[in-house]
């Protein structure tokens, strides 16, 4: 098993005629990832690498059998775009763009949770689980199919631990990209809970940032869990006041910071972990 995304996916690409959406359409095709067609208005009937383009979401669902969306288009079309998309019946969407307006993605995580579905994004690289698809701009190089999921802010920081698990040999699930914007589709409490209903996953790496709620938010599911979860959060040494990287990424005052955050992590049962090798030791530690 996997969540979210497996070799059985049928994925279209809304944006799929544009330079970033037609880049990366190539590289998920070449992974293996099943992608179905695309959606770009006012396009329909091109194609794009031999795949179906249509004008809208309804009719690439109809043709297709489409079930999952990764949307390559400007912050400013990501609403409707993912709106159309959700309405439609697609139950998985991955956003990549990123700085999308707040009050847009409000409305879209409204629609979604309406409508009984999950969006990654914005701002993420996406979701890989490897050796079945890959969805967004993962550099498939440091993934390897395994027992260990992982769920980061952080596309860099998904890279890396990746890297570890792989180089250390437990290989991963499933990893996936919350985002880096202030307000995104899913939280951390979402992801490790569907990770818990997964009987391949047998821990998760949890890897936060500087700023907002999100890692305070997972701390009562965390406490549920079976499935032990390790936990990172980057940014030790961020000064306050400052936005490190993503725009969700600042601390104000004591609220926010990077040790705050992993000592509430860790009251809740979460293993922490300051560095990248202290993964693979306390997985071994965990016996997983």
């Known amino acids: 098993m996997a969540i979210l995304v497996d070799r059985h996916s049928h994925v279209m690409v809304q944006g799929i005629t544009g330079g970033a959406g037609k880049f990366h359409t190539e590289r998920m095709l070449a992974y293996g990832t099943n992608i179905v067609g695309g959606v770009t208005p006012g396009k329909g009937g091109q194609s794009v690498f031999e795949k179906p383009v249509f004008d809208t979401v309804a009719e690439c669902i109809e043709k297709t059998g489409a079930d999952v969306s990764v949307i390559f288009l400007p912050a400013a079309a990501v609403k409707e775009a993912a709106i159309e998309a959700i309405r439609a019946g697609i139950k998985f969407l991955v956003v990549i763009p990123e700085h999308i307006p707040i009050h847009d993605m409000l409305h879209v995580r409204r629609e979604a949770v309406a409508h009984g579905a999950t969006v990654i994004g914005g701002n993420t690289a996406g979701v890989i689980t490897p050796g079945e698809a890959n969805l967004g701009i993962m550099p498939d190089i440091a993934f390897s199919p395994g027992r260990v999921g992982t769920v980061s802010r952080s596309g860099s920081i998904t890279y890396y631990v990746a890297d570890t698990l792989t180089r250390s040999g437990y290989g991963e699930s499933t990893c996936v990209g919350l985002g880096g914007d202030p307000v995104l589709g899913s939280t951390f409490d979402e992801i490790l809970w569907k990770f ?17 709620v999100y890692e305070e938010r997972a701390t009562e599911t965390i406490s549920r869990m079976k499935t032990p979860v390790l936990a990172m959060v980057g940014g030790i040494f961020a000064p306050p006041g400052k936005r490190m990287g993503h725009a969700g990424a600042i601390v104000e005052g004591r609220m926010g910071t990077a040790k705050e955050k992993l000592d509430m992590l860790a009251a809740a049962g979460a293993h922490a972990c300051r560095t990248f090798t202290d993964i693979p030791e306390t997985l071994k530690k965990l016996g997983v």
């Open 196 to 212: 818990e209903q997964d009987d391949k996953t047998k821990a998760v790496v949890m890897t936060g940032e500087i700023g907002g």
